[in-house]
């Protein structure tokens, strides 16, 4: 065989293990679309094994899969090779973590931020509140291990004892309501405040956009910069402000319109350049509803809105879209639990942010297959498993049969029929105690580093 001949055939096969890895993800993620990003971010590499199709994949597998370490994806990119006729590779994950180090951050975060976007956009005028669309904000944090570099970006929180804790990051992101996929997020140190990391999400929201969020995110400049960009705001008003319902153009009961005023002197968690865009006024509506939990006390809870049109957006509406601001503290619970990225492996900052970059991929992965699922079998979106997804698609996305296009299709229907048929308990308002059962060990707490503690036991 030519040498040209040859390449081809290499080239052929390393493209069908590409699709085997993809499995199931294949119709959402296709090859041309991370292509299309490749060439955005100039990222040049070379036709080897480990090229940045299989790398991807196999990285998407590792957040997946309970076992996340590196061995554990070069076996089934092993596995692969063997199935194609490939000669096997080394055992050794050097090769491969180079090449996953290679890839850059802003790749993994583009793909994650186009495949959430697609999903937001695809959603039906009946499936959106009023008609709009929702996006929640809020924040959250992992850690990482305890590396120089690592300490350098993300110090350790204050007090901690250098060798004891491991660095924090912490993070806001944007989701939507609808479908509950990842639409952008940014990191930072554990001192920066949420809405300095919020700031530079602005560029999510779009006209005719409603933002979600609770009261850590209440700010006069934040609703004034949204407004100003066609979006509006729903979010729960900051324990500092007042308000008297006597005041203003009152709408009903515990529903009324203030001016609020913008504050005299710039707070330190907005830039100069924004706070000279801010108005001088902003007109605010807020609303008072009572909640009532079996097993707590009846709590008043008050919101601040930019939707000042009672007619159309009714307090009891308004009320009831603030309940499902919970959604993003779910998602949250999954990417950090189920997809274990409470806790991070990356040894350097750029691979901390590639973990979550891809996680964040993964995630948008699955719940697209969830939304098809909701679509062609009627089931409820809020029915469907998460965590039974991810177990259906890793049982059966080593199946050879996803590199055959005849067979693709047949494997596809019969994990959605399986997905379908896994939901959950519908529990509205349900009240669990937050309490840990089993007791942990009864090991004492690191209050020094390894190293002195090591002396120590040899003294």
């Known amino acids: ?63 997946l899969d309970p076992d996340p370490s590196c061995r554990r994806a070069l076996a089934r990119i092993q596995a692969y090779r063997v199935q194609r006729g490939l000669p096997a590779v080394s055992t050794n994950t050097g090769g491969y973590c180079r090449a996953r180090g290679r890839l850059p951050e802003r790749l993994l975060e583009l793909l994650f931020q186009h495949l959430g976007g697609e999903l937001a956009r695809n959603v039906p005028s009946q499936a959106l509140w009023h008609g709009r669309r929702v996006k929640i904000v809020d924040g959250s944090s992992v850690s990482m291990p305890d590396t120089e570099d690592n300490r350098k970006e993300y110090p350790l929180a204050s007090g901690q004892k250098p060798g004891c804790g491991f660095p924090v990051a912490a993070l806001v992101g944007v989701f939507c309501l609808a479908t509950g996929a990842a639409l952008d997020l940014v990191l930072g140190s554990w001192r920066c405040h949420d809405l300095n990391l919020f700031s530079r999400l602005r560029l999510a929201f779009k006209a005719g956009d409603i933002a979600l969020a609770d009261r850590g995110f209440c700010s006069f400049a934040e609703m ?64 008072q509803y009572r909640v009532e939990t079996k097993g707590f006390r009846p709590q008043e809870v008050t919101l601040a809105t930019t939707l000042l049109d009672a007619e159309v957006y009714v307090s009891e509406d308004l009320a009831e879209l603030y309940f499902r601001r919970w959604d993003i503290e779910l998602d949250f619970r999954y990417l950090k639990t189920r997809m274990q990225m409470d806790v991070l492996r990356g040894q350097t900052p750029a691979m901390v942010r590639k973990e979550i970059y891809c996680h964040l991929l993964a995630y948008n992965l699955v719940r697209s297959i969830i939304w098809q699922t909701a679509t062609c079998q009627g089931v409820s979106l809020s029915r469907i498993s998460v965590t039974g997804t991810i177990q259906h698609v890793l049982s059966l996305r080593d199946i050879k049969g996803w590199g055959h296009q005849d067979q693709r ?46 002396a120590a036991l040899g003294a």
Request: net charge positive.
């Open 224 to 287: 004034a910069l949204l407004k100003a960009r066609g979006a509006d705001s729903v979010i729960r008003l900051h324990q500092r402000r007042k308000t008297d319902f006597r005041r203003g153009r009152v709408l009903g009961r515990k529903d009324h319109i203030v001016s609020w005023s913008r504050p005299a002197q710039r707070p330190h968690v907005v830039s100069e350049a924004d706070y000279q865009r801010l108005p001088e006024t902003l007109t605010v509506r807020e609303v």
């Open 409 to 454: 299709g047949f494997l596809y229907a019969r994990l959605l029929d399986l997905i379908a048929g896994q939901t959950v308990p519908y529990r509205p308002g349900r009240v669990e105690p937050r309490v840990v059962k089993r007791r942990p060990k009864p090991h004492k707490l690191m209050t020094r580093p390894r190293n002195e503690l090591r």
């Open 1 to 63: 065989m030519h040498t040209g001949s040859m390449r081809q055939a290499v080239a052929k096969v390393q493209d069908q293990l590409a699709e085997d890895l993809t499995g199931p993800f294949d119709a959402f993620l296709p090859k041309p679309v991370v292509e299309s990003v490749i060439q955005k971010v100039g990222y040049r590499f070379r036709e080897k094994i480990f090229t940045p199709f299989v790398i991807i994949w196999a990285f998407l597998g590792q957040v």
